[in-house]
């Protein structure tokens, strides 16, 4: 459906050159694909290449056969897209469901009967319907972020990309907001870009993990964490000592006999008490990450 | 597909832009009612509807397209640069004319005689060119420079320069340049190839924001 090919982004010129992206190939099927980094990894602008609104500085991107470098390729993308960004704005002055109605407009949706019952629909899947006629200036973050997802989907897209959508969200909008997420996926590509492991972990069973714009994973959730098995380990140390040799802390919980450390790293071999552990989603990314440190660090 | 909705284009238009040139108008009908006499009324006429209105055009402008809360989501529709560039420019268009026109029926209500600008043909000329010529201009600095401000600052400074050295700008080359000749100095030989050159430009001005419209990234 997606396949990119040695994908560049470069910002600025001379020594101000910023690499956004650097030579990502990837291929992407139908289903939820889960695009996972830090802050500044250049997912954002990964998603709005994909988006079309983002020109490539090299590389190739085809999308359902589309050329993303070209103009007709990216008006024939945006066609069969749904996509809320990170930064979502909108028109606060318009009700719900004239906010979505315009966006179908702008979408080519012009037969009114039509999109009127789409319109509808896309705001009941969101739980939306009841205060469709509200205006969106009095709505929840929560709220306006279905608002979002609903105007990316009234158009039916083939392709849904969502850029960080359960930021901001309390524990129980994120839960509704991966379910519809996953619901969505089972008719199409649905992206989803996030630095939230957890987001990553409950939806995807394709995932790459983005950092220093380049690609360090790819494959399932049970890969990353195969690549992970020997890395993790649970450490209890009493007193004021913290663990060192080179072990990233993951997590720490103080206990009767003192502080229990979940540790990631190479090797723990300064500690004989340390157990290995079954490695979680969120020891994975933290291994990936300290491993591309130290490839940096190296070169 | 049409992709263009006139309600939704006007709901989502941002009311200052419409306090802006209203208060405007109100200021120069009560300027004009203030000082009641036959020249001060002409010249209080011809300042609004050639000097000000343009002005007010070129400023409003160069806010028409990044002013806008959703500008991501508009990118991401399959909708071209041309749509985006003329519906934003038309509604600034538009509510100059209603303004220009709106003044020129209480001028004329009150006794102002247009005479001095020429026909009726000249006298809309008179502030439809240098109105076209700054909205062209002011969207154009706003897109080229990715700022509203700039495009804002931009209109300031030709204005000001422009009403400044009014008399410089009548001579020379410099004649092709002059945005207000057909309100200032309606009588200029030159007057009809300075109105076919500053269409030209803004013309040029439009193609090039058009142009600089497709690489959205620098706009949001």
Not at chain 2, 48 to 59: E, F, K
Request: one cysteine or more.
């Amino acid at each position: 459906m997606i396949q990119i090919t040695n994908l560049t982004k470069t910002y600025g010129a001379g020594n101000k050159t910023v690499h956004a992206l650097n030579g990502v190939d990837l291929q992407i099927n139908s289903g939820m694909f889960g695009l996972l980094g830090p802050n500044g990894a250049g997912k954002t602008t990964f998603m709005r290449i994909l988006a079309g609104i983002v020109n490539p500085s090299g590389g190739s991107i085809r999308v359902d056969g589309h050329d993303l470098t070209t103009e007709a390729g990216k008006h024939a993308v945006k066609s069969m897209l749904g996509y809320l960004p990170q930064e979502l704005g909108m028109y606060t002055e318009l009700s719900a469901e004239q906010f979505v109605d315009y966006m179908a407009i702008l979408k080519g949706l012009d037969d009114s009967k039509k999109r009127n019952k789409r319109v509808s629909e896309v705001l009941e899947m969101v739980g939306l319907r009841e205060v469709a006629n509200r205006k969106i200036k009095g709505f929840s973050g929560g709220m306006k972020r279905r608002v979002g997802i609903a105007q990316a989907l009234v158009n039916d897209p083939k392709i849904l990309i969502v850029d960080e959508p359960t930021a901001g969200l309390d524990p129980e909008e994120r839960i509704r907001f991966r379910n519809l997420l996953v619901n969505l996926a089972a008719d199409r590509v649905v992206l989803l870009s996030t630095h939230i492991v957890e987001d990553i972990g409950q939806t995807c069973r394709d995932l790459a993990v983005l950092a220093k714009g380049r690609i360090l994973f790819r494959g399932s959730p049970t890969d990353m964490l195969k690549a992970t098995e020997g890395h993790v380990w649970s450490l209890t140390m009493s007193g004021l000592e913290k663990p060192n040799h080179d072990l990233t802390v993951v997590s720490m919980l103080h206990l009767a006999e003192g502080t229990q450390y979940r540790l990631v790293g190479a090797s723990a071999e300064g500690y004989s008490s340390a157990q290995l552990t079954q490695p979680g989603l969120e020891d994975a990314y933290v291994w990936l990450m300290k491993q591309s440190q130290e490839e940096v660090m190296l070169s | 597909m049409k992709r263009f909705s006139l309600k939704y284009t006007l709901l989502t238009y941002r009311l200052d832009q419409l306090w802006f040139p209203l208060a405007f108008w109100a200021f120069f009908v009560i300027l004009t009612l203030l000082l009641s006499n036959e020249e001060q009324d002409f010249n209080i006429a011809r300042a609004y509807i050639g000097v000000a209105v343009p002005l007010i055009g070129g400023i409003m402008a160069a806010y028409a397209i990044l002013d806008d809360p959703a500008i991501e989501l508009r990118f991401a529709t399959p909708i071209r640069a041309a749509q985006i560039l003329f519906e934003r420019t038309i509604l600034i268009f538009i509510i100059q004319t209603v303004s220009a026109l709106a003044f020129i029926v209480f001028a004329l209500l009150i006794g102002v005689d247009f005479a001095p600008l020429g026909n009726a043909l000249n006298l809309h000329l008179a502030w439809i060119v240098p109105t076209i010529t700054m909205i062209a201009l002011g969207i154009f600095g706003a897109i080229l420079g990715a700022q509203t401000m700039i495009g804002s600052f931009l209109v300031g400074l030709v204005w000001i320069i422009e009403v400044i050295i009014r008399d410089g700008m009548a001579v020379n080359n410099w004649k092709y340049a002059y945005i207000f000749m057909g309100i200032l100095t309606p009588e200029h030989p030159d007057l009809v190839s300075n109105q076919i050159a500053l269409f030209a430009a803004s013309a040029t001005f439009l193609f090039f924001t058009w142009l600089l419209l497709h690489r959205q990234e620098r706009y949001i």
